[in-house]
């Protein structure tokens, strides 16, 4: 096969997709895999794909030939640690997000899937490190400083926690009020 019939050939699978037939798209990527084994698109679509069908394993089986083309690519070692995460194999997702930080440092959402894994883990310490590296990457994002109080909370520490939703408040009032519900920790305001 040519380049005239791979370009066909996506060309078709995206307007499956534009239609909506994720089905269809598959199938066809599946077609072009066989003829193009090593193409980073054809690849990582078929990834994609199998994830959004709740195809978790296929999906991972696919990854793994894809990080084989690839093995220097951050974003498919993240996308590889997130399937691990919903296998719930915990120390395979670890080491991929591991990976995507090691190939990326500013991976934001590297850090925060190793700090949810490390949660998972009950490995505080660490996910502390890895939560607060994503709060760094995205100061604005609530989700990293949501886990890292909870966290905080886990490992009694709850002077840290109550510094996070004072610091929430500033500019995610609802998610600071959520924290403070949730762990009973409430700032004390300071008196006029």
């Given amino acids: 096969m040519n380049r005239l019939d791979y370009l066909w050939d996506k060309w ?4 499956w997709l534009v239609l909506g037939r994720e089905a269809q798209a598959l199938a066809l990527f599946d077609q072009m895999a066989v003829h193009w084994p090593d193409d980073v698109y054809v690849l990582a679509s078929r990834v994609q794909l199998l994830a959004n069908a709740g195809r978790t394993n296929e999906a991972l089986d696919a990854s793994a030939r894809l990080i084989a083309v690839r093995p220097d690519n951050a974003g498919h070692w993240f996308n590889r640690g997130y399937l691990f995460e919903q296998a719930e194999r915990w120390d395979d997702a670890l080491e991929a997000f ?12 590297a850090w925060y899937g190793m700090g949810l894994v490390l949660i998972r883990l009950q490995r505080y310490d660490e996910a502390v490190v890895a939560l607060k590296r994503n709060t760094e990457l995205q100061p604005m994002s609530p989700y990293g400083w949501y886990q890292l109080a909870r966290v905080h909370v886990d490992r009694q520490a709850p002077e840290e926690a109550i510094k996070i939703i004072k610091h929430l408040q500033g500019f995610e009032p609802k998610v600071a009020a959520q924290l403070a519900r949730e762990t009973g920790l409430v700032p004390v305001q300071p008196t006029l």
Avoid: N
């Avoid at 078709?12 to 307007?15: D, L, Q, V």
């Avoid at 591991?98 to 959402?109: F, V």
């Fill in 12 to 15: 078709r699978a995206i307007g």
């Fill in 98 to 109: 591991r990976r995507a930080t090691e190939l990326s440092p500013k991976l934001d959402r």
